[in-house]
């Protein structure tokens, strides 16, 4: 009978429903809202906001997002919240090209990037293919210089001081053999 009253119990006990405003809206519900936008290279969906469709492009984290979301609704007049969806391509291309001078719009220079650039000696924001290319650059500079750095980075080693003793390993593993595993012993003799 104790299982009988456990079954009715289950039953009592439905999921709340839930309500019609949290639903999330389809597409034919969100009319004028483009499904895929290409933001600075990058394909980001039109349903986001803009401070989370600006972290999808990649030199853009948290802490600069905020400060590029201002600047972005500032210059357009536009809500920082408002989904990219919504924007024409005349306003895409502004935002792009907000995107890449970045320094020209009040940055702070400590949200930058690229902070006193070896051939300018200017503080700049790189983004995308250029923030790729620049690291490479410099990684290849250092290996030409034969600094400390170039020198751990030509030879695949840790770069920023880590320890090396038992983390970092790659390649052929480590270990002790056995005898019996050792080449050149034969089994059997002692």
Excluded at 47 to 66: D, E
Excluded at 162 to 189: A, D, Y
């Amino acid at each position: 009978m104790g299982k009988a009253k456990k079954k009715d119990v289950k039953k009592e006990k439905k999921k709340p429903e839930k309500s019609a405003s949290k639903k999330k809206a389809t597409p034919e519900e969100e009319e004028g809202i483009r499904g895929i936008i290409r933001l600075a290279g990058r394909d980001v969906m039109g349903q986001l906001p803009l401070k989370r469709a600006l972290l999808r492009v990649k030199g853009i984290g948290y802490s600069t997002n905020r400060s590029v979301a201002r600047i972005i609704a500032k210059e357009m007049s536009v809500e920082p919240d408002v989904k990219v969806g919504r924007f024409s391509d005349e306003q895409i291309e502004k935002i792009d090209q907000i995107l890449t001078n970045l320094q020209d719009y009040g940055i702070p220079s400590h949200l930058m990037n690229r902070r006193k650039d070896r051939e300018t000696g200017k503080d700049l924001h790189n983004i995308m293919n250029d923030l790729v290319f620049s690291q490479r650059q410099d990684i290849e500079g250092e290996k030409k210089l034969y600094t400390w750095r170039g020198y751990r980075h030509a030879y695949g080693q840790k770069v920023r001081g880590q320890r090396t003793k038992n983390t970092g390993r790659h390649g052929m593993s480590l270990g002790v053999m056995r005898k019996s595993q050792q080449p050149g012993e034969k089994k059997g003799k002692k």
